[in-house]
């Protein structure tokens, strides 16, 4: 199973955590790793290259774990309120399209969300 934690700070969605395999399929089958893959990548690049935030993350590949943090999406790092927006709305829209994924994948994903 693949436990995706968000996390957030005062109702603002500013990073996520991913463990595990999805077990859907064999390891380069599993269509729901790749859809997962495939957006996580694009979260990172659409914030670091297309918004110019600066992210923290880790990519563990043995593992599959991964971490990301986007301080830009808080406002005591970012004075640019479209910035903020735009950083933790892409993370926060993330956010709902894995809990799509949970109603027909539930056995394989779970996501949560977590205050810090």
Known sequence: MTKITFLRRNGVFWGFRETGHTGLGEEGDDI???AISAMTMLIMNTLEVAYECPIDYTIDEKTTDITLKCKS????????????????GLI?????????????????LDVDTVEE
């Open 32 to 34: 729901l790793c790749s």
């Open 73 to 88: 999406a808080l406002p005591e790092f970012e004075k640019d309120e479209k910035k903020r927006f735009a950083a933790s």
């Open 92 to 108: 926060e829209g993330y956010f709902y399209q894995l809990n799509d994924l949970v109603e027909e994948y539930y056995e394989y």
